[in-house]
């Protein structure tokens, strides 16, 4: 399972990261950039998003419907999306078409348009896509529950910006943070499939047309405490509930115990919380955990979709799954096939290059350094009865913040919070 990755840095500092998949007759090529929500200020909040659906739409020598027109007759699909730490743009085509994808994807980066008209177009698609965000509840209540949990500081803040926001942000607005954020030491090129390196880096390098220079330095800020409560009140049919706690930053050491905790406690259908609320009581459809790490700080959240009149049962029940992880010991053969879960699934992935693609770009993004697939079951199968309770412990054990999404008030929720 040693996966086949090579990296270079080229000497204007842009990172360039393969894998060559053996019989692959596809290549998936993605542009990582180290600028997300967290990197704007609070004026041009949104502007990562906002480039995010602007470089698509057309460069110096390219107009928006000739880049699609271009990747779609030779069968490619091309996307892009936005976190809170760094921002992507990919191709898949065939390998025969790689030249095309490397030509596209470096204008874009290096040579955007910015056309006025094009920009105000985008801009009204942006705020109808904050509009369908904002009517969809079982979404909108993560975004609830990070805001509370991160409050005042950017972590916190909304990927898509504020109406505010993206209604008054010029193209001088727009133009300043891509020239800041999108520099070569920022940059990862990252490429899976039939794909050779050394000519890739030779493709990359002969392509480059961008400024010289770094990027703004992202600093790790102070957090402030976690709000325990937050509430939108909505006359829905169904209660959407978040209960998020903070744990450990991106590179953090126990990131492989926390993964296996995460699958025991609601990753999947053998999962405690899917056992617990919707097998067992019936209380959910949809009922999951899930994780995040950032530059100062991860959470692990909780969703669940009930009806409101359900709601406080729901409460209890995960409540008594968490304390049920503080207080007992965990069984060998739970922990053992949440571990075969998390290996399980990090193996099956190496079956598609856009998977693959997107794996050792970000790693090599985030961490400077792509582990192989051996290493990571390695890393898995080390996790012990030990590790977990350490994170359990720092993580189940520390402050909780519920946000909640319904036909309720505050007070609904006074037992859950004291």
Do not use: C
């Amino acid at each position: 399972m040693t996966s086949p990755v090579r990296r270079t840095a080229l000497p204007n500092g842009l990172s360039v990261v393969t894998e060559h998949m053996p019989g692959s007759g596809a290549v998936a090529l993605g542009f990582w950039v180290d600028a997300g929500s967290r990197d704007e200020r609070p004026e041009v909040a949104g502007a990562s998003h906002f480039l995010e659906h602007l470089l698509f739409k057309g460069t110096e020598t390219r107009s928006a419907q000739e880049i699609a027109e271009a990747v779609e007759a030779v069968g490619g699909e091309m996307n892009a999306f936005t976190t809170k730490e760094y921002t992507a743009f990919y191709i898949r085509l065939l390998d025969e078409d790689l030249p095309l994808a490397l030509d596209i994807l470096s204008e874009i980066m290096w040579g955007p348009a910015f056309r006025p008209a094009e920009i105000d177009a985008e801009r009204q698609v942006i705020l109808e896509e904050i509009n369908m965000h904002e009517d969809e509840p079982a979404d909108l209540v993560h975004d609830l529950a990070q805001e509370a949990l991160y409050p005042e500081h950017p972590l916190g803040r909304e990927i898509l910006g504020e109406r505010a926001t993206i209604t008054s942000m010029t193209r001088d607005d727009i133009d300043t943070y891509f020239r800041a954020h999108y520099r070569p030491r920022s940059i990862v090129v990252a490429a899976a499939g039939n794909v050779d390196h050394d000519a890739m880096v030779d493709g990359i390098h002969r392509r480059f047309t961008g400024p010289e220079g770094e990027a703004p330095l992202r600093k790790s800020m102070a957090l402030a405490p976690a709000r325990p409560l937050a509430v939108i009140k909505r006359s829905t049919e169904q209660a959407h509930l978040v209960l998020a706690m903070r744990a450990g930053a991106r590179d953090d050491e126990d990131r492989y115990a926390f993964a296996v905790l995460n699958q025991l406690l609601g990753g999947g259908m053998s999962s405690r919380l899917f056992q617990e609320v919707r097998e067992k009581r019936g209380l959910a459809y949809s009922v999951y955990s899930y994780r995040g790490a950032y530059l100062e700080s991860g959470l692990l959240a909780i969703y669940a979709g009930t009806s409101p009149a359900r709601v406080k049962t729901v409460l209890d029940v995960i409540d008594v799954e968490l304390d049920r992880l503080l207080q007992d010991e965990i069984p060998e053969r739970e922990l053992a096939v949440a571990r075969g879960h998390v290996k399980g699934s990090m193996v099956l992935s190496l079956e598609d290059s856009s998977s693959r693609m997107s794996r050792i770009g970000r790693s090599e993004l985030v961490h400077r350094s792509v582990l192989t697939m051996d290493e990571l079951v390695e890393r898995t199968e080390a996790v012990t009865a030990d590790d977990l309770r350490r994170v359990i412990e720092n993580v189940v054990g520390g402050p909780r913040t519920l946000a909640a999404i319904g036909p309720f008030d505050e007070d609904a929720f006074a037992e859950q919070v004291a």
